[in-house]
């Protein structure tokens, strides 16, 4: 059975100012006013949610609690905030507009989206990703002048789903 809103709306309550689920009746190990939804999986950062014994990523129940229907898209994190659900924060997205909004990876050497060191030029070397392929920008002596670059390229082609940091 696909949860509906109606069947929702029976069990929790959503905030869209805050973003948080709360339960409307006791289940289980769940008391009425109690937050509904946990960080399941720490590592991804997404809250989850389990209702009538499925798993349910917060925001996605989060977009059919206000909306109606499950999104047929990706849902994107405009912050980057992987539970910061508050309605306002969410907004449809295709998978390739999802990962435009991602921050600088982890492991980067310069702490800068779209920025790396090239040492066979010993230049900052800055690419964008279009249409799934990657685009090169160009080289620079600064980091700064590649994040400046990197910020430019990503306004025009990511244009709503840049993120540069």
């Not at 609690?65 to 659900?85: A, F, K, T």
């Not at 980091?143 to 840049?162: D, L, N």
């Amino acid at each position: 059975m696909t949860l509906t809103r109606e069947r929702l709306k029976e069990i929790v309550r959503y905030c869209p100012e805050t973003g948080n689920f709360t339960w409307i009746m006791d289940r289980g190990g769940a008391w009425a006013g109690k937050n509904a939804g946990c960080r399941k999986n720490t590592k991804s950062g997404y809250v989850s949610i389990r209702i009538d014994t499925l798993l349910y990523r917060a925001h996605r129940v989060a977009w059919l609690y206000v909306h109606g229907e499950w999104p047929e898209l990706h849902i994107d994190h405009i912050n980057g905030v992987r539970d910061d659900n508050r309605i306002a924060n969410l907004r449809l997205a295709t998978q390739q507009q999802n990962l435009y909004n991602k921050g600088a990876a982890k492991n980067s050497k310069t702490g800068v989206k779209g920025v790396c060191w090239d040492s066979s030029t010993n230049r900052y070397q800055v690419k964008i990703a279009v249409n799934g392929r990657a685009k090169h920008i160009g080289r620079y002596d600064t980091v700064e002048e590649g994040a400046a670059a990197y910020a430019e390229a990503s306004r025009k082609y990511h244009g709503e789903f840049s993120r540069t940091a």
